[in-house]
């Protein structure tokens, strides 16, 4: 078995500790290692990952294998950093009692995921602190999407189901304020409940998935090459990350390498995809406590990154930039010429708005102390990225296990503790900086060569695990391949799923009018969430 | 008693017809200095004009208050503006009442429109009540202190009498009173009239907002009336900052020619004092919820001072 040195260890540990109750252990890369165990294992292999090798659960996923063993097969993914790895626990569950022991107990970062497990397999959970309907709205039918024998083009009667009770706050003086779904700017649709006395809230309740597309389940009805398309539509902001990271998937499953000039060109767009989002979070987040001037500003750099990008790739989000097996279009000498223009540009530009927001003593003291989420709460939540990161939450899979171009250029991860508004704002300023340096780097590094390599029809059953640092936290897309070039599953993982619940930790305490920005500082995708 | 009719007119045609072009400037000039080309300085006419066109809808839920509120709100920005003398010396309304019943109707006017938004019992519209009378609780007795400063100088609560008194020789413009009372009045105005950094009178977010809370479940010909009634009330505050504290070129009859100057003179203190509120807005973010009856304590503390040092520097 091919597996990484730092691996190897745990490995040998595992074994040793749950002996022949661990069947069957593979590793079709060296960093992605597979642990069949029993359905009993789940909770321990997983919780002994968690606590003792401080592995972070990255995902929870099923699969409906019940045509070939007559099981669903769970997949716990666990991210272990200091390892540079990724170990993925799966578990069978009989497909005539489709029960699973909830972990969310220990490990609370697993909620969510095993709510959509139960409503899209119909896998009962057990012991789950609130196993109530996530993914599908109380008022669907009995139905479970992802399930094989489920057709996409199913015709549903009408919703005739109960509606969702929402939890409500009793007491004196306490007062419940429903807002959205539908909201007045233009985004997506979310609901939230706040229950608060006087102005101080004392208990949000998030409710989304009001856009649930069945994605996963278009994956399996698409061939490879046209997947692509769909993961990129999965999040407008993310699109280069989510098309990259099932890039990386089906490539790990082909066994194939992009050559270095892709990687190269792909790290400069997924640098551009944080430059943009990052910057135009910095201008909503002053929005949202009335300073519009830094706003307007980085309106203003944003737009001009967004034309850099149409020059580059034809498309203002970066759209069509990604295939399996390197990039579609490459840049000459000129677009890098306009590519270099901008960084400088930008850079400067960006400091004289950094300094704008810094020097602004009520900008300041709207955003400290406001929205705090505990180092604490983050990793129990398993909250990812910027959010985490903010949260002295240190991890970043650019640094940790790098993908792409990000092993050749030097980088740091900026990571503070404070875990409030300022701190998320903060880490987004330090990232746009690192992300001036790693563009130049990877424009001098620039390797010559061709863009692509052919992918020819991807081999069926076989398993692996793409991933993408986004702007907004890790993505994975999980793939299981099938005959005919398509897919038996692909599953997948992006950011705002696992933040949104931190959203109502780090509400707590602080007043309805604080709440616009709270929430602009983790600016999770509802599209992401809801798929 | 005797009510001089074509000074009620004129000063009415006034308040309605320059209110909008006030507001349509303040965004303007926001606009520019945020490297935005902006609306042009017209566009409340504009806006005015299509919700006058456009149809209601009223909640089925929603008692007389609310069907009654825009006609008060607009009717008692009216009467307060025309208390104040604007262009000339003399206010058309100016026998009756003097400061308080000034206060006492821009009070009256707020009344009803927390209870408006209280009334159709949706989510933002009691938020934005709650937190209107909570500032209104602060600004209010910091706005009376204020002009008493001035009315105790003058020795007279009515507007046009103080107006009068100071165009006698030996008034003092730069009096360390009139100072304290003009920043006090100054920071009552940014309050009362939803300004940055006490409330944002652009933003699209429900849960921050105070006065618009209360507006949004308005359309048509109330939101009109409403939107028509707070530019009033903004240009009756400015005119009150303008004349009270600074005292020049008001016309002191009713010749074309008096009248004309007495015009100039009035938009060009307006215009002023839009551009210290547009500066005002453009370089501070909104303070946070709690933290604005701290800066109307700081508004209600100096007019405080304002009129205890009125008696120690007499």
């Known amino acids: 078995m091919n597996l990484l040195p730092s691996l190897r260890p745990i490995l040998d540990e595992l074994t040793q500790r749950f002996g022949a109750q661990i069947e069957h252990a593979h590793a079709p890369q060296p960093n992605e290692l597979y642990l069949h165990a029993k359905l009993e294992l789940a909770g321990a292999l997983c919780s002994t990952l968690y606590r003792k090798h401080q592995g972070r659960l990255a995902g929870v996923f099923a699969e409906d294998a019940r045509a070939g063993q007559n099981v669903f097969f769970v997949y716990y993914l666990l991210a272990l950093d200091a390892a540079h790895g990724f170990v993925l626990v799966r578990v069978p569950i009989p497909a005539d009692q489709p029960e699973l022991n909830s972990v969310t107990n220990a490990i609370p970062a697993a909620n969510w995921q095993e709510r959509e497990i139960q409503d899209l397999f119909g896998i009962r959970l057990v012991g789950h602190p609130n196993p109530r309907r996530c993914a599908l709205h109380d008022d669907w039918p009995e139905v479970y999407p992802l399930r094989k024998d489920f057709d996409l083009h199913s015709q549903l009667p009408p919703f005739m189901g109960e509606r969702h009770k929402f939890r409500e706050v009793e007491g004196e003086g306490v007062f419940q304020v429903p807002v959205g779904p539908v909201h007045a700017g233009i985004i997506e649709p979310g609901h939230f409940l706040f229950s608060v006395a006087g102005e101080p809230v004392l208990y949000l309740q998030l409710r989304m998935f009001y856009v649930h597309k069945g994605i996963e389940k278009l994956f399996e009805s698409l061939p490879i090459p046209h997947c692509v398309r769909l993961a990129e539509s999965i999040s407008g902001d993310s699109s280069v990350a989510h098309a990259t990271a099932f890039c990386h998937a089906v490539e790990r499953a082909a066994g194939v390498e992009p050559p270095p000039r892709a990687r190269a060109l792909r790290t400069i767009c997924l640098e551009l995809e944080r430059l943009y989002n990052h910057i135009a979070d910095i201008g909503a987040i002053c929005t949202d406590v009335a300073f519009v001037t830094a706003h307007m500003h980085a309106m203003r750099l944003k737009e001009r990154i967004l034309r850099v990008n149409e020059e580059l790739t034809g498309n203002r989000l970066l759209r069509g930039m990604a295939c399996p097996g390197g990039v579609r279009f490459d840049f000459d000498a000129g677009q890098l010429r306009a590519l270099a223009q901008l960084v400088d540009e930008l850079e400067r530009q960006f400091n004289d708005l950094s300094e704008l927001t810094r020097g602004n003593s009520g900008l300041r003291d709207r955003l400290e102390t406001t929205g705090v989420l505990t180092p604490k709460v983050a990793r129990d939540l398993g909250v990812v990225g910027i959010a985490g990161r903010a949260s002295g939450f240190d991890h970043d899979l650019r640094r940790d296990v790098p993908h792409d171009f990000y092993d050749q250029v030097q980088f740091t991860v900026p990571v503070l503790t404070g875990g409030d508004v300022q701190c998320r704002f903060d880490v987004r300023r330090d990232e746009v900086v690192q992300s001036f340096a790693i563009l130049r780097q990877v424009m001098a590094k620039l390797p010559a060569g061709p863009i692509a390599v052919p992918l020819g029809e991807v081999p069926a059953d076989r398993v692996a695990l793409g991933y993408v640092e986004g702007w907004r936290g890790e993505i994975f897309h999980w793939i299981h391949t099938a005959p005919g070039n398509r897919l038996a599953r692909c599953k997948v993982k992006d950011p705002s799923l696992q933040n949104w619940p931190a959203l109502s930790e780090a509400i707590l305490g602080n007043i309805i009018p604080d709440f616009p920005v709270v929430n602009k500082s983790f600016n999770l995708s509802y599209s992401g969430t809801d798929r | ?314």
């Open chain 2, 1 to 314: 008693m005797k009510l001089d009719l074509p000074a009620i007119v004129a000063q009415t045609a006034l308040l309605l017809l320059l209110s909008p072009l006030l507001s349509g400037l303040i965004k303007n000039w926001k606009a520019k200095l945020q490297n935005r080309r902006g609306a042009r300085v017209w566009q409340p006419y504009f806006d005015l004009a299509k919700f006058l066109r456009k149809d209601m809808v009223v909640s089925e839920h929603a008692s007389w208050i609310f069907n009654f509120t825009p006609y008060v709100l607009l009717l008692t920005a009216l009467t307060a503006g025309l208390m104040v003398p604007m262009v000339t010396a003399q206010a058309p309304l100016g026998l009756f009442g003097g400061v308080l019943a000034l206060v006492g109707m821009l009070a009256l006017g707020r009344f009803f429109m927390a209870l408006a938004g209280l009334d159709p019992a949706t989510t933002f519209g009691g938020m934005g009540s709650s937190r209107e009378m909570t500032i209104a609780a602060i600004a209010e007795p910091a706005m009376m202190m204020a002009i008493f400063t001035v009315a105790i100088t003058a020795g007279s609560t009515n507007l046009g009498q103080i107006v009068l008194a100071s165009q006698r020789p030996g008034w003092e413009f730069f009096d360390p009173a009139h100072a304290l009372a003009f920043a006090a009045m100054f920071i009552v105005l940014l309050a009362e009239t939803g300004r940055i950094p006490v409330d944002n009178p652009a933003t699209h977010l429900e849960l921050t907002m105070i006065h618009e809370a209360m507006l949004l479940e308005y359309s048509g010909r109330y939101l009109a009336f409403m939107e028509w009634g707070a530019a009033i009330k903004q240009l009756v505050l400015m005119a009150l900052l303008a004349n009270l504290f600074f005292p020049l070129g008001l016309a002191a009859d009713a010749t074309p020619a008096a009248l004309g100057l007495g015009l100039l003179w009035f938009a060009g203190k307006l215009l002023a004092l839009a551009a210290a509120v547009v500066l005002v807005e453009f370089t501070n973010a909104k303070l946070r919820l709690f933290r604005v009856p701290d800066l109307l304590s700081a508004a209600f503390i100096l007019a405080t001072l304002a009129l205890v040092s009125t008696f120690l520097f007499r």
